[in-house]
């Protein structure tokens, strides 16, 4: 059985070629709406399509190291950046508990 290449299947849809094109543009883009393989199926074909950096931002650190994962088994290169977590206790999120 032949190798897929997801990248280029998901590279190949409208709405990401729109995407890429703005963004060639010197556009500024917020996609919302996949989740897990999809947002980063869907980054790395922007990334591929663009020739430039990506930044994926997922609500979870869970979907950040999976996220990680099928970039690398992708052939794209990322980097897992920290999380900004709410300390235990704390309701809401405060930038400056963690300069």
């Known amino acids: ?5 997801l990248v280029s299947l998901v590279a190949a849809s409208p709405g990401v070629a729109e995407v890429a094109s ?3 543009g010197g556009r500024r883009v917020v996609a919302v709406g996949a989740s897990t393989s999809g ?3 869907t980054a790395a074909a922007i990334t591929r399509l663009t020739d430039r950096h990506t930044l994926l931002i997922v609500p979870h650190i869970d ?7 099928e970039l690398d088994a992708a052939g794209i290169p990322a980097v897992l950046l ?3 977590e709410a300390p235990s206790g704390e309701a809401e999120l ?6």
């Open 22 to 24: 703005f963004l060639a």
């Open 94 to 99: 405060s930038v400056e508990l963690f300069a």
């Open 82 to 84: 920290p999380a900004l």
């Open 1 to 5: 059985m032949a190798e897929v290449d």
């Open 63 to 69: 979907d950040g190291d999976e996220a990680l994962d």
């Open 39 to 41: 947002a980063a199926l």
